[in-house]
């Protein structure tokens, strides 16, 4: 038997284009979103697991396994929030005293979101996620010390099913495309978004 060779595998050296859009509503069967916004700072990524590996046993010895969704947790490491996600995510509004109240109790926003991850030979995948909570970033700050340090924050949320999808994840890789096709990052968005999100005509 002809054994295949695979494709030798490309790392990837580069993420960006983190974005978000705000989920305005879930009737049971279908989620609609509000306008998406995209930001820069994005640093670290820590994905989900695959899923969690469950195993019966009977007899002494494995006997059956399947793989579960596990809790699915998406981390973001950030140079610094910017004012409009923290808007959008964590419903921060200030009045226009300057001042900002949270309320208790009061809940995040959840989103869809998305970020490029980029390879040296400029091929590059868009993975993004259609519902997500965050939880508040945790605050750390310290005095000036003779240095500057530069900002560094993280936030956590859940990733959950919406309504009228069963897609945990949405992926799109510009270099699978097959021999006639042509990848379009627009097809990647509107599958994500759906009509909320509208292609640029001029194609920027």
Do not use: C
Not at 50 to 64: L, S, Y
């Amino acid at each position: 038997m002809a054994m295949e060779q695979a494709k030798t595998p490309k790392a990837y050296i580069n993420i960006k284009d983190l974005g978000f859009a705000p989920i305005t509503g879930e009737d049971g069967t279908t989620v609609t979103y509000g306008s998406p916004i995209q930001t820069r700072g994005m640093k670290t990524v820590g994905l989900p697991a695959g899923g969690e590996i469950a195993v019966a046993w009977a007899d002494g010895a494995p006997i059956e396994s399947a793989v579960g969704d596990g809790e699915p947790s998406l981390t973001f490491g950030l140079h610094e929030l910017s004012p409009e996600i923290e808007k959008m995510i964590f419903n921060v509004t200030f009045d226009q005293d300057g001042i900002a109240e949270e309320k208790w109790g009061h809940q995040p926003t959840p989103v869809a979101v998305w970020f490029k991850s980029e390879r040296l030979d400029g091929t590059y995948r868009w993975t993004g996620f259609k519902k997500v909570l965050f939880a508040p970033p945790e605050e750390e700050r310290s005095a000036k010390e003779g240095t500057i340090e530069f900002g560094d924050k993280s936030i956590e949320g859940r990733i959950m099913k919406v309504d009228g999808s069963d897609a945990k994840k949405v992926m799109a890789d510009s270099r699978e495309v097959g021999e006639t096709g042509t990848f379009n990052d627009d097809t990647f968005f509107q599958r994500l978004l759906g009509d909320a999100y509208v292609a640029d005509p001029a194609g920027a």
